[in-house]
């Protein structure tokens, strides 16, 4: 059973970082790109950043100069380096594996003085 398994939230001041992590189960993660998406309360799910097999990423761009995706096909762990976080970061951030409905439980980060 394939699972993706999200960590390292939690709550950070405005200016913080965080460094989340995803670690997947299975076959998923050497056959698949990864993505992180997030959904802050009252909004919509919207992707953060992606990373596709071979290294190449994508951003958000409201995200694409203070977050970095990167993955460690070793550990079959995909990470988000936050930095410069903001209140309106607050959010669950979910793991993906891009094309397939096969998610993450999320984990909650809260950006608040």
């Known amino acids: 059973q394939v699972q993706l398994v999200e960590s390292g939230g939690g709550l950070v001041q405005p200016g913080g970082s965080l460094t989340l992590s995803c670690a997947a189960s299975?076959?998923?993660?050497?056959?698949?790109?990864m993505g992180w998406y997030r959904q802050g309360p009252g909004k919509q799910r919207e992707l953060v950043a992606s990373?596709?097999?071979?290294?190449?990423?994508n951003y958000a761009d409201s995200m694409k100069e203070r977050f970095t995706i990167s993955r460690d096909n070793a550990k079959n762990t995909v990470y988000l380096q936050m930095n410069s976080l903001k209140p309106e970061d607050t959010a669950v951030y979910y793991c993906n594996a891009l094309g397939t409905q096969i998610w993450g439980k999320g984990t909650l980060v809260t950006v608040s003085s």
């Open positions: 299975g076959s998923i993660f050497s056959s698949n790109a």
């Open positions: 990373i596709h097999r071979a290294g190449r990423t």
